[in-house]
């Protein structure tokens, strides 16, 4: 039986992998697509402590699965399609067919962008809205770009999106950023980001294409129409538990709840990055909560 399976590889996952057989145990580090998870849409991480050159997310993750591989833990590329957790051994069936048990289950499988839910996002979804800056911004080399959200995420897209685009806006439904200031301050200092602020938006608006996105004024109830080529959704992200939503406890916002050690409320399980209910998501805090995860689930199976 493996000691411990991991699923996910974004950095919480792959720290864990790390730390597990850097203890001594046996590893299945289970990923679906691509190691590094969300980074590798992050076209520059200048907040990981001792990497201050700033790589891209791809490169990043390319660092840390090459660490871990150092020590033995060999990611397989394999989604899952079933976890049986609250049994003293946990089964773990891949999309293959194979199923296998394992002592202890470190679930690392991150968050998605969160969709806005209104009229015309999925019709244009790939044909003008994107929830993805690095991956589609040269789309829009020399258009005009729309980032809709205040979070690092939006401003961090705003960035990127200003060095290839004639113009960027950001559309934010306050008049204060959420983003950190030192995000915020570059934007706001950066001649071809404009801000649009306290507007929502009410819907996506093209024929074949995306042509413009209707804006709600969250103060006047006014609607207006902002033409743009591209529309870059950055609201938020949704922990994604749907394998164990039905078997772990779960906070209010659909995130896992964790005590320190980031154990889950079921014995031999816990959690650990983007998924877990936390009050920081960033590299650096899911690289911790791997290194705590793999520490307590070898001395959950050693006991
Ligand atoms: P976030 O911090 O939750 O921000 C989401 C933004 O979208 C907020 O500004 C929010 O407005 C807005 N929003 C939410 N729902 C909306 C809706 N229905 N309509 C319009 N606007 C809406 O999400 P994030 O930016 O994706 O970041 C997620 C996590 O990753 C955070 O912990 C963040 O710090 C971290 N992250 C860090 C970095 C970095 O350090 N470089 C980069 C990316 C992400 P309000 O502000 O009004 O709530």
Partial sequence: MTDIAIIGGG????????????????????????????IVKTHCIENYPGI???PDGYALAAMFEEHARQFGAEPEYSGVASLSLTDEKKEITLISGETFEAKAVILCMGASPRALGISGEREFTSKGISYCATCDGAFYRGRTATVIGGGDTAISDALYLSKLCKQVYVVHRRDELRASAVLANAAKKTENITFVWNSTPEAFLGEDKLRAIQLKNTKTGELSE???????VAVGIVPRTELVRDQVA???????????RMETNIKGVFAA????????????????DGAVAATYAIEAIRI
């Fill in 226 to 232: 902002l033409e743009t080529d591209g529309a870059f």
């Fill in 52 to 54: 201050s050159t700033g």
């Fill in 273 to 288: 990055g983007d998924i877990r209910n936390t009050p920081l998501r960033q590299v650096v805090t899911a690289c911790a």
């Fill in 11 to 38: 950095p919480a996952g792959l720290a864990a992998a790390l730390y597990a057989v850097r203890g001594g145990a046996s590893v299945r580090l289970l990923e679906e697509l691509f190691a590094g998870g969300q």
């Fill in 250 to 260: 779960l906070a209010p916002d659909g995130s896992i709840l964790t005590n320190e």
